[in-house]
């Protein structure tokens, strides 16, 4: 399997990013997604997941701002950013939930500074 996460870069506090991440080599219906962050200095969280019925669920400090989707015909999965602010600066990645964990792809780079 492999998470190929991309759509990162540099923007302005309140600015927003669409990020993507196709997985190819596993059957992307049938499983949960989620998108994980890991800020310099900091362990990898978890931030937002869906399941494969397309119920969602998000970590306090990104709800209202981030919306999590997927498009099984596509194998992708999306993360919709609004407002970001400094603090959402990551390496932004892509996996599967619990012990369904795939090998970690190199994720993208989100900078959030002005």
């Known amino acids: 399997v492999q998470l190929q996460a991309s759509g990162g870069g540099l923007v302005q506090p309140g600015g927003s990013l669409r990020l993507s991440c196709l997985v190819s080599g596993s059957i992307f219906s049938g499983d949960h997604m989620g998108w994980y962050r890991q800020a310099p200095g900091k362990q990898r969280e978890l931030i937002a997941f869906i399941s494969t019925g397309g119920s969602t669920n998000y970590k306090d400090s990104v709800k209202g701002r981030f919306t999590i989707s997927r498009d099984n015909t596509k194998s992708t999965v999306y993360l919709q950013m609004n407002s970001l602010k400094p603090e959402d600066t990551a390496v932004y990645h892509c996996?599967?939930?619990?012990?369904?964990?795939?090998?970690w792809g190199q994720g993208t780079q989100v900078t959030v500074s002005s």
């Open positions: 996996n599967g939930l619990g012990s369904n964990l795939y090998p």
